[in-house]
């Protein structure tokens, strides 16, 4: 996946003419401080996300695979996740990643279609979900 970048935002992308985004998977990437997640056209969860209060992403194990779990955390009984493969990251998180606060979504032609505050962490096994602020 081709991402040019400026700084945390992201300038182009292939990642949208790319089998992995008409198949409808996402995909995460680390930057300048940032986490930013390239959603296909279309997305259908859009909507499920934008009342979020922030994101916590936490990597662990999910059905036996090395995962990514993405919530965006609504503060209600029941906010909205992804788990993710490693296959769907740019590079896999490690501890360093801890400092990366900042979280973005992004639409086709490299447009931001929200932002949040963001804490990573690492589980033994997800799903986790615990609130985003628990971090």
Known sequence: MMIQNDGQRIVTSDYWQ????????????????????????????????KGAKGVALTRGR???????EILFDDESDSPFALWIGLNMVE??????????RQFYVYGPNAEILASF???????????????????
């Open 62 to 68: 999910y059905q036996g695979l090395n995962c990514i």
């Open 117 to 135: 505050n963001c804490v990573f962490r690492v589980a033994k096994s997800l799903p986790y979900l615990n609130p985003w602020k628990d971090a």
């Open 18 to 49: 790319s089998q992995h985004s008409r198949d409808g998977y996402v995909y995460l990437s680390p930057n300048a401080g940032a986490w930013r997640l390239l959603v296909p056209e279309n997305w259908q969860h859009l909507k499920e996300i």
């Open 91 to 100: 590079r896999i998180p490690t501890t360093t990643d801890l400092t990366l």
